[in-house]
């Protein structure tokens, strides 16, 4: 399993788990499930630091 999708699986986890980040770690995922772009790469970046207070630190991901 790759960083990315070791990520994915962590939040959906975590979404399950605090429903306080629910609409947080669903636009995440939506993010990751859409077409590769600039924009949804610098999204994803800037969302990164709130996934990771909901998953955890020790998740690498790798951004393509």
Excluded: H
């Excluded at 960083?3 to 788990?17: C, K, M, P, V």
């Excluded at 947080?24 to 077409?35: F, H, Q, S, V």
């Excluded at 610098?42 to 951004?63: P, Q, S």
């Amino acid at each position: 399993m790759n960083a990315a999708n070791q990520f994915e699986t962590d939040l959906r986890i975590a979404l399950s788990e605090n429903p306080t980040e629910k609409r947080r770690a669903r636009a995440i995922l939506k993010l990751l499930d859409a077409p590769p772009s600039r924009q949804r790469t610098k999204r994803l970046a800037r969302m990164e630091r709130t996934a990771r207070a909901a998953v955890g630190d020790g998740v690498k991901i790798d951004w393509e």
